[in-house]
């Protein structure tokens, strides 16, 4: 006799919902990996020449975290901009449609496209600023 397999629940835009990671209440609490790692170091009972490159370590971790981050938002700024390039060359119906149109539709799909190019560079924007990181340098 076969198993049946249990279909996947998807959310309402058909996504997996078997794929999203959650995170568990006490991680939003607890302390960052460069703290816990610099906390680590500290509680350690190391010779001074370790100790010395030990304490170097957090920082460093931390500096591949942002960067993380920083690549992260610069791969969304990009999408985003892929994404308006897409919806500025279906906005070339524009031009062909006149005043009179009989199916006002059109325009409404029109405007839809407007608020499309809104919304992606609002995220843009953000995908932008993380791209930045905390500096302006």
């Given at each position: 006799m076969k198993k049946r397999r249990r279909p996947k629940e998807t959310t309402p835009m058909g996504t997996d919902t078997a794929r999203r990671p959650t995170l568990p209440i006490e991680s939003l609490t607890?302390?960052?990996?460069?703290?816990?790692?610099?906390?680590?170091?500290a509680g350690a009972a190391l010779e001074r020449q370790c100790a010395k490159a030990?304490?170097?370590?957090?920082?460093?971790?931390?500096?591949?975290?942002?960067?993380?981050?920083?690549?992260?938002?610069?791969?969304?700024?990009?999408?985003?901009?892929?994404?308006?390039?897409l919806v500025l060359a279906l906005l070339g119906e524009l031009d062909e449609l006149m005043p009179d149109e009989p199916d006002r539709s059109a325009?409404?799909?029109?405007?839809?496209?407007?608020?499309?190019?809104?919304?992606?560079?609002?995220?843009?924007?953000?995908?932008?600023?993380?791209?930045?990181?905390g500096g302006n340098s």
């Open positions: 607890r302390p960052s990996l460069v703290e816990r790692i610099r906390q680590g170091v030990a304490n170097g370590m957090p920082d460093y971790v931390g500096l591949e975290g942002d960067l993380v981050q920083r690549a992260g938002g610069l791969a969304d700024a990009r999408r985003m901009r892929d994404a308006i390039v325009f409404h799909e029109i405007a839809d496209l407007f608020q499309d190019i809104s919304e992606f560079a609002a995220f843009g924007v953000k995908a932008a600023r993380q791209a930045a990181g």
